[in-house]
């Protein structure tokens, strides 16, 4: 089985993708977890593990070395 095969599939409200997509631009820029979290009303640990779910997906279906993927994120 593939890790592609393995992976699975979440759907999600468009706004709420956007929000993710949100919170990855601003966790790459430097912003800290607990000022995203503030200014979209939620708690951080929120920000943390569901900007982290979408690195460590990432880096599950790279085909490139693990460095240079991190190096897209935070």
């Known amino acids: 089985m593939t890790a ?3 992976f ?4 999600v409200p468009r ?3 956007e929000q993710l997509l949100g ?3 601003m966790r790459s820029d430097g912003v800290p977890a607990n000022a995203i979290a503030r200014r979209y009303g939620v708690n951080s640990g929120v920000v943390i ?26």
């Open 49 to 74: 593990i569901a900007t982290n779910n979408v690195m460590q997906d990432d880096l599950w279906l790279a085909e490139e070395p693990e460095s240079l993927v991190r190096r897209a994120y935070w």
């Open 8 to 11: 699975r599939i979440v759907s």
């Open 15 to 17: 706004p709420r993708d």
């Open 23 to 25: 919170w990855l631009r």
């Open 4 to 6: 592609l095969q393995k």
